[in-house]
């Protein structure tokens, strides 16, 4: 079995990189493995605990090396939190894997985050932190796609339907 990712979630928060990779994790019998909660598991507490008492820095060194490590290692499906794109060597480490944006519009990324305070970066004014957002990580996320699929035109198993049905079959 490959050591390296079937596929890589990205996209903005509330497009559904967990639901949707858990129902692509099943529909192929592999492992998912969300960063963000191997970030928790790690440390021993929340995203938003870790951005309060560490800061934002010291989460992204965190979640810099669990990417790394998931990217170089799990065979399954990666669900990359939302702005880990933003790191330079992230972005070169996803050359080559089979990246899959996870395309939401606003008003369905909203109603799924909600007034979510768990969501450290959406503090303040959600729905005007989501926009700005969506509109500064959109090319990046466009660029490192080989596969664009909305989760707001269809639900997460008809995406993973989707997703699996681009995937090399294995042994390819």
């Not at 692509?24 to 019998?29: K, S």
């Not at 990246?99 to 606003?106: H, N, T």
């Not at 768990?118 to 004014?125: H, I, K, Q, V």
């Amino acid at each position: 079995m490959s050591s390296r990712p079937l596929a890589v979630l990205i996209g903005s928060p509330g497009a559904g990189k967990t639901t949707v990779g858990r129902a692509l994790a099943e529909r192929l019998g592999v492992d998912l493995l969300d960063t963000d909660a191997e970030i928790e598991r790690r440390a021993g507490k929340t995203v938003s605990d870790i951005f309060v008492e560490d800061g934002e820095e010291a989460f992204r060194a965190l979640e810099r090396e669990v990417v790394a490590e998931a990217l170089a290692s799990h065979p399954g499906v990666v669900a990359l939190g939302g702005g880990a794109i933003l790191n330079e060597q992230t972005r070169a480490d996803l050359a080559g894997h089979r990246v899959v944006y996870l395309e939401v519009e606003f008003a369905d990324a909203a109603k799924r985050v909600g007034l979510d305070t768990a969501r450290p970066l959406l503090l303040g004014n959600p729905r005007a932190r989501l926009k700005a957002l969506l509109r500064e990580r959109l090319p990046i996320y466009q660029s490192l796609a080989t596969l664009t699929v909305s989760t707001s035109e269809h639900t997460p198993e008809e995406a993973a339907e989707l997703i699996a049905k681009e995937l090399p079959a294995a042994g390819d």
